[in-house]
């Protein structure tokens, strides 16, 4: 694996999946794969379950880790290629890049979307501009606009906990106080759509999502509909994509409940963290033990630690 940026990167999703629960199984048995090897994790954005879980699967793999948090600790970095460069941004990213690379032979980048300019956004700049600079592998730790690795994580866990052969997989919008990027909902429906699931998006009207990660999917604004005989319930709040990063609904009506959660097949509750207790879901949900939230954030380790180990084999 040269990079790891989205679901096209993982062509043989079976495998992978497969894969990454034989690394939760014996998680040091490639020990000495990532011996005298250096992954470098760089935050432009906040983070907790993305930040300790990579690290970590780099540790199981034996590579030495480096971390910055970009924002806070070192230069501005400009983005735009032919930038006059007389503001306030002290390095353009093209040597900066360069640089860490020089550090690093493996490279995870994380940042978000400004959610201000649709079109900029959607050009995901930030990631892309490093895997041209780099000159190593680089490995996406959340994007504007998808979030990978959490995604091979829901398909990890789906594959952990399902009952059936083609579970139902609902991913529901959920209210919140703030404009949240769409990164995880695109990505999720872009793996979903990729996997052996019956896969149905609900939202109320305005919450589209772009038609490049929806694909065919079934979406209905009904909400009850949907959970009706679920075998998991994926719930997130995103801002709209067609009035971009407009916060249309605030409607509890959409929150998460138990009441809810009894029209599915005694569906498990994921949600990637972190969560706004009672108003993306009731702590009765979230507290019951359908809900597999604490399990799926550990996973993370494995889906991390399966598209680190294919990246070292490929160096
Ligand atoms: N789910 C997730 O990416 O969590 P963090 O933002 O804490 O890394």
Redesign the pocket.
Known sequence: MKQFLSVHDAPDLPALVAEGLVCKKNPFARKQLGIDKTLGLLFFN??????LSTQRAAQNLGMDVIVMNVSQDSWGLEMLDGAVMDGDKAEHVKEAAAVVGQYCDIIGVRSFPGLADRDLDYRDEVIGQFVRYAGVPVISL?SAIR?PL?SLTDLITIEEYKKTARPKVVLTWAPHVKALPQAVPNSFAEWMNRADVDFVITHPGGYELDKQFAGDARVTHNQREAFEGADFIYAKNWSSFTQYGQILSRDRNWTVNAEKMKLTNGAKFMH???VRRNVVVMDEVLDSPDSIVIQE?GN?VWAAQVVLKRMLEAL
């Open positions: 906040a983070s907790l379950r993305t930040r959340e979030h959490q990637c963290l972190p954030a993370r």
